[in-house]
């Protein structure tokens, strides 16, 4: 597949210097990722786990991860991977907004565009992955796409998550964004993060031919730290907010839509011997973080945590799990065999609820409906069986085929570096 999008790449009317793709006197792979960030940190922990993959060997890569959250600087930054975050941009009921400067919204499309195409003019990636969207937010993307197809050096990849929303509503919103224009004009290959088994976008939203020619499967991506067999858990940090209890974990994303589940959690009896976690996200409406602090308060066994930068941590130490069902949060709870009760978003997208049917249906979570949510139904379920999924009913090789697909594209054989190795 990789040799026929290079291929066709070749073919296409692209004016080139004839650099090749990895350029001869670096040392290191460079690649960048993009990710848009106007609801929640999905698209950035997803950027972040690949970035941490592509960073370390065999890949070895240098990687610039392009973030539209400023929450990118409290997680890990590992030896390779550095960020460059934008001014933020927020998706209310209304549209788009400025999350914080008092600017237009074509003032900051302007800024962030003319940021990103700064950066990797300077950067000058080997690779370029963007997630979920084929234009950036609000098509920011296009003149630094139309400059990297210019020059020729850059192997562009559009990355999709397994699930984007309901077939209709994707079809409608890939042709008003001309998608597949861009998906022609711009990228090389699409890598789709999931399990075709489980949900298979080019069959679900009707895409092209020519389009489909450019997918490639990963599988959905695993998580460090998973309990395998041989495997070194990650020592316990000082001054960790997680409790040396046994606890239940219940954990809303960004939290920017979370308030009825972490309101339900915290009013909920735990049973005995069991603690609680609420992990509320940075994006929680500031009057529902000061209620919950409240119970919190009334409850020696609750623990309320506003964000932290080891929430897979938190979900390997948990009993068990009661969550929304974005892309990281399923992956995460599924790849560590957590038992799992979904409460996904039903709107404004049907992501959440198409991923957990499908889960669901496969053994790997039980799933409660938001109109059907209530403390007691959670109390029902913390005292009902709790059964681990079974990992193995899924393809979970995401980490390990984006890495190979790099090497194949960037083989790390530059002469330099073949000295620095020895």
């Given at each position: 597949?990789?040799?026929?999008c290079l291929?066709?790449?070749?073919e296409?009317?692209?004016?080139s210097t004839g650099r090749r793709?990895?350029?001869p006197t ?7 990722l993009y990710?848009?960030?106007t609801?929640g940190l999905g698209?950035l ?5 690949i970035?941490e ?8 890569a240098s990687?610039l991860v392009v973030a ?6 409290v997680?890990?930054r590992?030896?390779g991977v ?9 998706k209310e ?8 400067l008092?600017v237009?919204?074509?003032?900051l499309?302007r ?5 990103i195409?700064?950066a990797l003019?300077?950067?000058?990636p ?21 400059e990297?197809r ?6 562009c990849?559009?990355?999709?998550r397994d699930?984007?929303?309901?077939p209709?509503?994707v079809r409608r919103?890939?042709e ?8 022609h ?5 699409i890598?789709?993060?999931?399990d075709?088994?489980?949900?298979d976008?080019?069959r679900?939203?009707?895409?092209s031919?020519?389009?489909a020619k450019?997918v490639?499967?990963?599988g959905?991506f695993?998580?460090?730290?998973s ?6 858990r ?7 907010p997680?409790p040396?209890?046994r ?6 994303g960004g939290g ?5 589940l972490a309101?339900?959690f915290a ?8 603690h ?8 929680m409406p500031e009057e529902?973080?000061?209620d919950l602090?409240?119970?919190e ?7 309320v ?17 009661i969550?929304m069902?974005g892309y990281n949060?399923?992956c995460?709870?599924?790849s560590l065999?957590k038992p799992?009760?979904?409460?996904p978003r039903v ?7 198409i991923?957990?049917?499908r889960?669901?249906?496969l053994g ?7 109109s059907?949510l209530?403390?007691?139904?959670i109390e029902a ?5 709790a059964?681990r ?13 984006i890495?190979?697909?790099v090497?194949e594209?960037l083989?790390?054989?530059?002469p330099?570096?073949r000295i620095?190795a020895t």
């Amino acid at each position: 597949m990789l040799q026929h999008c290079l291929a066709e790449r070749a073919e296409r009317p692209i004016r080139s210097t004839g650099r090749r793709a990895m350029t001869p006197t670096r040392s290191r792979p460079r690649i960048a990722l993009y990710s848009h960030d106007t609801v929640g940190l999905g698209h950035l922990r997803r950027n972040l786990l690949i970035a941490e993959t592509l960073a370390a060997s065999p890949v070895e890569a240098s990687v610039l991860v392009v973030a539209g959250s400023a929450e990118a600087n409290v997680f890990a930054r590992p030896r390779g991977v550095d960020y460059l975050t934008l001014p933020g941009i927020s998706k209310e009921c209304a549209g788009y907004e400025a999350r914080s400067l008092d600017v237009s919204l074509h003032e900051l499309v302007r800024l962030r565009g003319q940021t990103i195409r700064a950066a990797l003019d300077g950067f000058e990636p080997d690779l370029f992955i963007v997630d979920k969207v084929p234009r950036g937010a609000i098509a920011e993307l296009n003149p630094t796409l139309r400059e990297l197809r210019r020059r020729g050096r850059t192997f562009c990849v559009l990355g999709l998550r397994d699930v984007l929303d309901e077939p209709e509503a994707v079809r409608r919103e890939w042709e008003a964004l001309r998608n597949e224009e861009a998906i022609h004009d711009f990228y090389d290959a699409i890598w789709v993060y999931g399990d075709p088994n489980v949900y298979d976008p080019v069959r679900e939203y009707g895409l092209s031919v020519e389009v489909a020619k450019k997918v490639r499967y990963l599988g959905y991506f695993d998580r460090p730290g998973s309990d395998k067999p041989g495997e070194l858990r990650a020592p316990r940090r000082r001054n960790s907010p997680i409790p040396e209890e046994r606890f239940v974990l219940c954990t809303v994303g960004g939290g920017q839509d979370g308030a009825a589940l972490a309101l339900a959690f915290a009013s909920a009896r735990l049973p005995d011997g069991l603690h609680g976690v609420l992990l509320t996200g940075p994006f929680m409406p500031e009057e529902i973080r000061r209620d919950l602090h409240r119970l919190e308060a009334k409850q020696s066994r609750l623990h309320v945590i506003d964000l932290t930068n080891e929430p897979t941590e938190l979900v390997r130490r948990a009993e068990r799990v009661i969550a929304m069902a974005g892309y990281n949060t399923a992956c995460e709870l599924v790849s560590l065999e957590k038992p799992t009760l979904f409460v996904p978003r039903v709107e404004p997208r049907r992501e959440q609820w198409i991923r957990a049917e499908r889960f669901a249906q496969l053994g790997l979570a039980d799933i409660c409906l938001p109109s059907e949510l209530t403390p007691a139904r959670i109390e029902a379920w913390l005292a009902g069986p709790a059964p681990r999924p079974d990992r193995s009913r899924i393809d979970f090789s995401g980490r390990e085929r984006i890495r190979d697909l790099v090497l194949e594209l960037l083989p790390p054989c530059a002469p330099e570096r073949r000295i620095l190795a020895t």
